[in-house]
C-alpha cells in the first residue's frame, strides 16, 4: 500500500483555521502540531482509492499546540486555533501554495464578513446572558393565555361586525348605509367595553405598550359611540355610522390575529404587513368620518339640549354639549397625530428589527 497526500481545503476565522481533508471512512489518524507544523498520517479512502495518506503543513502564523479533529464517512475535518487572534494573507509559510491545498468554499469568508459573524456570536451570547438574568416569570404562561383569549373574542366580535356589514351592503347596496346602528350596535357595544381591558394591560405591564395610545383610541371611540350616536337617535340612520364601524372593523380583523399569534411566538409575513400598513390609510379615514360625525351632532344638541349644563339664572339658562363637541374636535385631530406618530415609530422599529435579523 503506497503512501499518497489527500486534497485539503482550508477556510479561517479570526481565532480558528478550519481544514477539511477528503478521506472517508477513516482510521488509524494520527494529527498533531509540531513546531508550528500540523503533521497529518491516516487510512482510508481517498482520491486514488484505498490507501495510506499523509501530509505536513507549515503554517504562516505561530498556533496552539492543542488539535481537535472529527471523522465522518467521507471527510475528517481538523480544528487549529491560532496563538494570537488576527487575519492571515495566507495559511502556508511558504509563499507558493501548497498543490494539495485549496479554498474551503463552503466556510469560506472574508475579513469583513467574518468580522461580522463574529459580532453576531456576540450579540446572541450578550442576550443569553441578559435573559439568563431575568428571573423567569411564573406566571408567564397564564398572561399569555389570557391575552390569547382577549384578542381572540376581539377578533371574532369585530369578524362578525365586519362580515355582517360586507354582505348587507352586497345585498341592499346603500340601504344599508341607514340601519347599520340598529344592526351592529349591540356587537359594537360589547367589543368596545371589552376595549377597556387595552388600557388596564399596559398600566398592569401585561404588555410592552404604553397606556397613552390605547387610552386615547379607547375614549375616543366609546365618546362617540356611547355619547354621540348612543344619546342622539337621529344620528343613528346616518350613513357615516356604516363608514365609521366599516373602517373600525377593518382595522381590527388584522390588529387582533397579530396579537393572537405573537401570544404563542408566531409571526405569518403577510399578516405583519397588514398590521403595521392598512392603519396608514385607515386611521385617518376613521378620524375623518369621526370628525363628520361630531360636526353632524352639533345642531342636533343645540336643538334636543340633550347634556347641556344648566346655568345660574344670572348667566342663562344652559351651556349647549356643542360647545364641548366643538372642544373635543380640536383634541380629536391632537390624538390623531399622538397615535398616528406612536404606531409609526412602531412601524419603523418593526421593520429595521427584521430587516437586521434578515441580514
Known amino acids: 500500500m503506497q503512501t499518497l497526500t489527500p486534497h485539503v481545503y482550508w477556510a479561517q476565522r479570526h481565532g480558528e483555521i ?55 464517512q467521507r471527510q475528517v475535518n481538523i480544528t487549529v486555533k491560532k496563538r494570537e487572534r488576527g487575519w ?29 459573524e463574529l459580532r453576531e456570536k456576540e450579540e446572541k451570547l450578550n442576550k443569553i446572558l441578559f435573559e439568563s438574568r431575568i428571573p423567569k416569570d411564573p406566571y408567564l404562561g397564564l398572561k399569555k393565555g389570557y391575552l390569547f383569549m382577549y384578542n381572540l373574542v376581539q377578533f371574532l366580535g369585530f369578524s362578525w361586525i365586519f362580515v355582517n356589514m360586507t354582505v348587507r351592503l352586497f345585498i341592499l347596496g346603500q340601504d ?52 354621540i350616536l348612543g344619546a342622539q337617535e337621529d344620528m343613528q340612520n346616518k350613513p ?24 404563542i411566538d408566531t ?9 403595521y400598513s392598512l392603519w396608514i390609510p385607515l386611521y385617518p379615514l376613521g378620524v375623518i368620518a369621526e370628525a363628520v360625525a361630531v360636526i353632524q351632532s352639533i345642531p342636533i344638541f343645540d ?9 345660574p339664572r344670572a348667566l342663562g339658562t344652559s351651556l349647549s354639549f356643542s360647545y364641548i363637541l366643538q372642544l373635543y ?27 437586521k435579523k434578515a441580514n
Open 240 to 263: 357615516v355610522v356604516f363608514f365609521i364601524f366599516y373602517l373600525w372593523s377593518t382595522i381590527e380583523i388584522f390588529r387582533y390575529p397579530f396579537y393572537m399569534l405573537a401570544c
Open 176 to 227: 344599508s348605509f341607514y340601519d347599520t346602528f340598529h344592526t351592529i350596535a349591540d356587537v359594537m357595544y360589547f367589543c368596545q367595553i371589552l376595549a377597556v381591558i387595552e388600557v388596564v394591560n399596559p398600566a398592569l405591564r401585561l404588555v410592552r405598550t404604553g397606556v397613552l395610545p390605547p387610552l386615547i383610541q379607547v375614549f375616543g371611540r366609546n365618546f362617540l359611540l356611547f355619547i
Open 88 to 116: 492571515w494573507d495566507r495559511l502556508a509559510a511558504q509563499e507558493r501554495k501548497p498543490l494539495f491545498l485549496a479554498p474551503d468554499f463552503d466556510r469560506w469568508l472574508d475579513e469583513s464578513d467574518a468580522e461580522m
Open 18 to 72: 478550519y481544514l477539511r481533508v477528503e478521506l472517508s471512512d477513516a482510521q488509524n489518524l494520527n494529527i498533531r502540531v509540531q513546531e508550528n507544523t500540523l503533521c497529518f498520517k491516516g487510512q482510508g479512502h481517498g482520491a486514488k482509492g484505498e490507501n495510506e495518506y499523509e501530509f505536513s503543513l507549515d503554517f504562516l502564523k505561530p498556533v496552539k499546540a492543542e488539535v481537535t479533529h472529527r471523522s465522518t
Open 303 to 311: 336643538e334636543t339640549k340633550v347634556l347641556s349644563l344648566p346655568l
Open 267 to 275: 409571526e405569518w409575513k403577510l399578516l405583519t404587513w397588514l398590521r
Open 329 to 355: 374636535l380640536a383634541v380629536m385631530f391632537l390624538g390623531l397625530f399622538i397615535n398616528f406618530r406612536h404606531l409609526y415609530k412602531m412601524r419603523k422599529r418593526r421593520f429595521r428589527a427584521k430587516k
